[in-house]
């Protein structure tokens, strides 16, 4: 989960970076009240939101990725990141000081920028503001969340019988508009005779059947690796009990 983050901290980071990159660490740190923030639209009020300052192993990521992509154009930023962690790992106290000690000057920096914004606001504005930053961190750990089960290999959900019929039906619409093409999907579906419509009922149940062969198996694996709060409530509960899914 903690390198998910890390990685996806990174390429959030990256920007114009290339120009301010050069050899010696202390030349490559821009000034620690330097760090930069960008239009956060909450509302028309709101105005422009300060950003978080980026941690000191992300500040240090984002300064080496475009180096060692110029030293390995083939390689993916997944195998490029996993060598600039290794190279952090590697880094003397001394040059990671230099890092954590900008992150921090930031950091105070970017307080009292948030400070100064919040006194501009009402208290209508402050409420507005809270609730969409609630919603904010709600949906970016959702996303977190979405990625580490698809890292993980959870198997996908069953679809209906719909769906499946709209997945094979889709390509073969005439042509037009995406919103065309699936309101004339969704007619010929309308259309279908219940004995037309069974065929992708069973299909559905097949695939039912298959995604619960599939979570089965998961989630032993998942307890095995210690993941337990993956796995679903009733099947914790099933186990307590004794029981088994039917």
């Given at each position: 989960?903690?390198?998910?983050?890390?990685?996806?901290?990174?390429?959030?980071?990256?920007?114009?970076?290339?120009?301010?990159?050069?050899?010696?660490?202390?030349?490559?740190?821009?000034?620690?009240?330097?760090?930069?923030?960008v239009?956060?639209?909450?509302?028309?009020?709101?105005?422009?939101?300060?950003?978080?300052?980026?941690?000191?192993?992300?500040?240090?990521s984002?300064?080496?990725?475009?180096?060692?992509?110029?030293?390995?154009?083939?390689?993916?930023n997944?195998?490029?990141?996993?060598?600039?962690?290794?190279?952090?790992?590697?880094?003397p106290?001394?040059?990671?000081?230099?890092?954590?000690?900008a992150?921090?000057?930031?950091?105070q920096?970017?307080?009292?920028?948030?400070?100064?914004?919040q006194?501009?606001?009402?208290?209508?504005?402050?409420?507005?503001?809270?609730?969409?930053?609630?919603?904010?961190?709600?949906?970016?750990?959702?996303?977190?969340?979405?990625?580490?089960?698809?890292?993980?290999?959870?198997?996908?959900?069953?679809?209906s019988?719909?769906?499946?019929?709209?997945?094979?039906?889709?390509?073969?619409?005439?042509?037009?508009?995406?919103?065309?093409?699936?309101?004339?999907?969704?007619?010929?579906?309308?259309?279908?005779?219940?004995?037309?419509k069974?065929?992708?009922i069973q299909?559905?149940?097949?695939?039912?059947?298959?995604?619960?062969?599939?979570?089965?198996?998961?989630?032993?694996h998942?307890?095995?690796?210690?993941?337990?709060d993956?796995?679903?409530?009733?099947?914790?509960?099933?186990?307590?009990?004794?029981?088994?899914?039917?």
């Amino acid at each position: 989960m903690a390198l998910l983050r890390g990685v996806w901290g990174v390429l959030s980071a990256l920007g114009k970076c290339g120009a301010d990159i050069c050899t010696g660490c202390a030349s490559r740190l821009r000034s620690p009240f330097s760090f930069a923030y960008v239009p956060r639209n909450f509302s028309s009020t709101l105005g422009t939101y300060p950003k978080k300052p980026m941690t000191s192993y992300v500040r240090f990521s984002k300064e080496q990725l475009p180096i060692f992509k110029a030293q390995n154009p083939d390689a993916k930023n997944s195998e490029l990141i996993k060598k600039i962690a290794q190279l952090w790992r590697e880094l003397p106290e001394s040059e990671k000081k230099i890092y954590e000690d900008a992150y921090r000057a930031d950091w105070q920096a970017y307080k009292e920028e948030i400070n100064r914004f919040q006194e501009q606001l009402t208290p209508s504005q402050m409420v507005s503001l809270e609730k969409e930053i609630t919603q904010k961190r709600l949906r970016k750990k959702a996303l977190i969340k979405k990625r580490e089960l698809t890292m993980l290999g959870k198997p996908k959900r069953p679809r209906s019988a719909y769906n499946i019929f709209i997945a094979e039906c889709f390509q073969e619409a005439k042509d037009g508009s995406s919103q065309v093409k699936l309101k004339t999907v969704n007619e010929n579906w309308k259309n279908l005779s219940s004995a037309q419509k069974q065929v992708y009922i069973q299909l559905a149940n097949d695939d039912k059947i298959r995604y619960y062969n599939e979570m089965k198996s998961w989630e032993e694996h998942m307890i095995e690796v210690g993941r337990n709060d993956l796995i679903r409530r009733k099947v914790k509960q099933q186990a307590k009990d004794g029981t088994e899914e039917s």
